[in-house]
């Protein structure tokens, strides 16, 4: 039976070891792939934010030039209103209404432009933020799973060692000697119930002799025991 539970323990042991051997690496693996991923969101943080900043600024610019182009428009509608007062030459107030309109539809030309780039930026800011949230929603995932891991690798330690010790059981003869010892005792008991029985005998006896002893006789009862024996002819 011993040996029974001895290699039952032994198969535990060997899971046991299986289970950690197989947490280990893992383990290693995870903490570093958490590291690593880290670095990249760190990186990735940076670039979304570079992004961002260019969005932005393009969509500063597009403004302003947007703005200009309304200033040009506003500044050529003010020299024709000049020249229908009569407060500058018509051919000048027309060449110069003229530059006025020529550069309001450049600067609209590249505020249509800069939107449209920032329009673009602005997507890729988008679609960066979203592989960031989701980068940061995988390193949470994963560092609750090493929690896991780490309290899964401790129990198995822990039933490792178990296992370690109750393997050990059989090896360093304990149930043996147990049973050595219950034999031993068994032997003793039975030996010193035959002793108690021996000296109860041996104490009857003894009380027998001594009562006989203590018992007093009369010599008028040994006279006549000798003249009945004498009257017999009993020597």
Known sequence: MAGVFGRIFKVGQAQAHSVVDKLEDPIKMTEQG???MKKDLQGAMQSLAQVKSLAIRMRKDADDQNKLAGDYERKAM???QKM?????DAAQ????ATESLS???????RG????????????MADQLQGKVEKLKQTISRYENELVTLKARAKTATSMKKINQQLSNVDSSGTVAMLERM????????????AYGDIGQIGGSVDAEIEAALDTPTSSASSDSLAALKAKMGIQ
């Open 103 to 109: 550069k309001k539809e450049e600067a609209a030309a």
């Open 78 to 80: 003010l020299l024709l």
């Open 84 to 88: 229908q007062g009569g407060d500058l």
């Open 182 to 193: 219950k034999d031993k005792v068994n032997e003793e008991e039975s030996l010193a119930e």
């Open 34 to 36: 958490i590291r690593d």
């Open 112 to 123: 249509l432009q800069l939107s449209t780039d920032y329009q673009a930026q602005q997507k």
């Open 93 to 96: 107030a027309e060449r110069l």
